[in-house]
């Protein structure tokens, strides 16, 4: 009978085998990968193009001409493209982030090519009305409007603009202002310079039609489309902001929103899987110590969690938390602490051994079906990285030992180069 009063067991994770995914090129050149899985007759598609927020000439650009491609071309309407898109059961979606913009299609298999119709020619042939443009902005504005009166909203920009300046791609913002400048033919522009074949890459999840390559080349891959244009981006290599400890005060405030961080690394570092588990140790999971420390110990904190973002050009280490906006000095302190115990004091074997499990559980699970295993790809092919990514990451994690923490912990977290932002009261 199974003693309920003992846990269970830790099994450390071995290895993780990974189904890899598939190409092959469209008669015009764009490269297509394809994850050939799962038992429903449900394909996502996803058109992926160099066109994230490091790449426009002006604030709004990128996210605009994401978000209102669907919105008419010459021959549909905004209404007809959505609506022939729901008729057959699919599902269309646009996404743009810092360094990709991407637009997928879900759709049931026998409905494929029919949806691929309306798909193909929103990609190619969109048209950006200006009233649907005005109607956008408007909305944007508004929401802009109302996130400037909350302290996260307002910490999230600002600590950008803090790490890597405000003229670099990566630390621009937008102000209220560019929501009332930005103008159609700058949206345009953007589309055309961007939304092309030759900057053009296709990933296809699911279980996969027979005739999927056929079906691609009919709609996307017969014919060089768009305006071609070699894409260059000259950027400033800006330094962190001089002035370490930065506040934006709200005086009626409840409470404090925190970040402190600094410009890192990307997943290409050498350091980055073994600074993967340090971060976990102090912020990365719920049973961290941050969590343990500001949220059970102290109650300053509903959570509090740490993190490693990697962009194609750069990397940034981040802290993040709201807390009252009473006891944001001793939350700092107590920040600061849990960052001085890892740079004083080794991590006991069996805490590591709980954060690698942990880990590469967490990993397991983010492998499960098509789309995550598209996912996974995309991950390393965003960095020019193959599969042999993930198997260094397992033996990285695996062999990540007390000493090493200690060492990345006083080499990068040195409390002189990390910008601290509070947006509140301090």
């Known amino acids: 009978m199974l003693n309920r009063t003992q846990a269970p067991h830790f099994k450390t994770i071995e290895k993780v085998d990974i189904q890899e995914a598939a190409s092959f090129k469209l008669d015009n050149g764009i490269p297509v990968y394809t994850i050939d899985a ?19 000439d002006a604030p709004l650009n990128a996210i605009t001409a994401n978000s209102l491609i669907e919105n008419g071309t010459a021959k549909y309407s905004a209404n007809k493209l959505s609506d022939s898109i729901d008729f057959y059961g ?63 909203s307002v910490a999230r920009h600002r600590f950008s603009e803090l790490l890597f300046g405000e003229k670099h791609p990566y630390g621009i913002q937008a102000k209220t202002e560019h929501y009332d400048n930005l103008q159609r033919e700058s949206i345009v522009n953007f589309y055309k310079k961007h939304y092309h074949h030759a900057n053009c890459t296709i990933m296809v999840a699911g279980k996969l039609p027979a005739n999927l390559a056929q079906i691609l080349n009919k709609h996307f891959g017969a014919e060089k489309w768009g305006s071609a244009t070699e894409i260059k981006k000259l950027y400033p ?50 049973g961290s110590r941050l969590m343990a420390n500001i949220r059970e110990d102290k109650g300053y904190t509903y959570g509090i969690g740490s993190g490693l973002s990697s962009l194609v050009n750069d990397g940034f280490f981040y802290i993040s938390t709201e807390v009252g906006a ?43 079906g098509p789309f995550a295993l598209a996912d996974k790809y995309r991950g ?20 990540a030992n007390p000493r090493q923490l200690r060492d990345l912990a006083i080499k990068y977290l040195k409390k002189t180069d990390l910008i601290e932002l509070v947006v509140g009261k301090k």
Do not use: M
């Open 38 to 56: 799962g038992s429903q007759e449900l394909t996502r598609i996803e058109f992926i193009f160099k066109a994230g927020t490091f790449w426009q």
């Open 90 to 152: 699919s599902f269309f979606e646009t996404s743009c982030g810092y360094d990709f913009s991407s637009l997928a299609l879900f759709s049931l298999n026998k409905h494929l090519e029919s949806t691929l119709v309306f798909v193909e020619d929103l990609i190619k042939n969109a048209i950006y009305p200006q009233e649907e443009i005005t109607t956008y902005l408007a909305n944007k504005k508004q929401k802009h409007l109302v996130n400037l009166q909350k302290v996260n």
């Open 237 to 286: 290599n800006t330094q962190n902001n001089l002035q370490r400890e930065n506040l934006v005060e709200k005086k009626d405030a409840v409470q404090s929103a925190i970040r402190i961080g600094c410009r890192l690394f990307n997943k290409t570092h050498e350091n980055y899987f073994a600074f993967q588990v340090l971060n976990t140790v102090l912020g990365g999971y719920f």
């Open 326 to 368: 009473d006891v944001t000095k001793s939350a700092l302190d107590e920040i600061y602490k849990e960052i001085e115990i890892l740079q004083n004091d080794l991590v006991t074997e069996s805490e590591l051994e709980t954060v690698k499990n942990y880990i590469l559980g967490q990993f397991l699970r983010s492998v499960e």
């Open 380 to 399: 390393i092919w965003e960095f020019g990285l193959g599969y042999d990514y993930y198997s260094r990451y397992f033996g990285a994690v695996q062999t």
